[in-house]
C-alpha cells in the first residue's frame, strides 16, 4: 500500500515537531511513501517564501529526493471529480488544493497521511492516518 503525504506531515517531518513521523518514515520503505505534485509545489511555495529561499529549496529537494512524487494525471481527475461533485451536493467543500490531495491518493488507491482529519474525512471512502499521534 502507497502513503501519501500531505503537506502539514511533510513540513512537520522536515521541522522535527512530531518525532513519530520521522520515526515511522524511517520504518517504511521509501516507495511506499508518495508525495503528490501539488504538495510538492506547497512545499518549495514555503521555500520561496522563507527567509533563506536557496536553503530551504536544498532541504525540501533533499526531503523529497526518495520519493515518487505523483502527477496529478487522468485517473486523479476522475477522483476529483466524483469527490468534488459529493461534497458539493452535501454542502460539505473542502479546499481547492486539498481537493487535489485527496484525488491524487485515491486515484492510486492509497492512503493520505495528514493531520488535517477534520476537512479530509468528509470525502467518503478515502482511507487517511495521522503520523502525529
Not at 518514515?25 to 512545499?43: C, D, N, Y
Not at 536553503?55 to 487522468?74: A, K, N, Q, Y
Not at 466524483?82 to 487535489?100: A, C, Q, S, T, Y
Not at 491524487?104 to 488535517?116: Q, S
Request: proline share 6%; hydrophobic share 45%; charged share 30%.
Amino acid at each position: 500500500m502507497a502513503f501519501f503525504l500531505d503537506a502539514n506531515i511533510c513540513i512537520y517531518a522536515l521541522k522535527g515537531r512530531h518525532p513519530a513521523i520521522g520515526r515511522r518514515m524511517q520504518q517504511m520503505s521509501p516507495a511506499s511513501i508518495k508525495i503528490p505534485s501539488i504538495v510538492k509545489g506547497e512545499l518549495l511555495l514555503g521555500a520561496r517564501k522563507s527567509d533563506q529561499p536557496e536553503r530551504t529549496l536544498e532541504i525540501v529537494g533533499r526531503f523529497l529526493f526518495p520519493f515518487e512524487v505523483v502527477p496529478f494525471g487522468d485517473a486523479a481527475a476522475e477522483s476529483y471529480s466524483r469527490i468534488r461533485f459529493d461534497l458539493e451536493r452535501r454542502g460539505k467543500p473542502v479546499g481547492p488544493n486539498d481537493l487535489i490531495v485527496a484525488a491524487t491518493a485515491m486515484a492510486d488507491r492509497g492512503t493520505l497521511v495528514t493531520h488535517n482529519l477534520r476537512e479530509f474525512r468528509r470525502i467518503k471512502d478515502l482511507l487517511v492516518e495521522d503520523w502525529t499521534k
